[in-house]
């Protein structure tokens, strides 16, 4: 097997949000030792990580949100 189908599954994978075949798939692979996939599912386990270790995004303050929304909503109309 390939590992260029198994790619895109990596952090689904470690997510548990792939199943069925492909998820039979990719641990059957890794269980053989493929130090490609095993090096990209590090990778994508850091990075999951990570992205869970993110700040909560900044909320702007309502007249910055409104003005902003303003100023886009103008740009956005037509000219007349």
């Known amino acids: ?6 790619e895109e ?4 994978w470690l997510l548990g949000a ?3 075949q492909g998820s039979v798939d ?7 030792g493929c130090p490609h996939c095993l090096a990209r599912v590090r990778e994508a ?12 995004p900044a909320r ?3 007249r910055v ?11 956005a109309a037509p000219n007349r």
């Open 65 to 75: 949100k409104t003005e902003l929304l303003r100023q886009i909503s103008r740009q």
């Open 26 to 32: 990719l641990r059957d692979h890794l269980a053989r």
């Open 1 to 6: 097997m390939g590992c260029q189908h198994l």
């Open 45 to 56: 386990a850091e990075t999951i990580y990570l992205l869970g270790r993110s700040p909560k």
């Open 18 to 20: 792939l199943s069925g």
């Open 9 to 12: 599954l990596y952090e689904l």
């Open 60 to 62: 702007p303050h309502p």
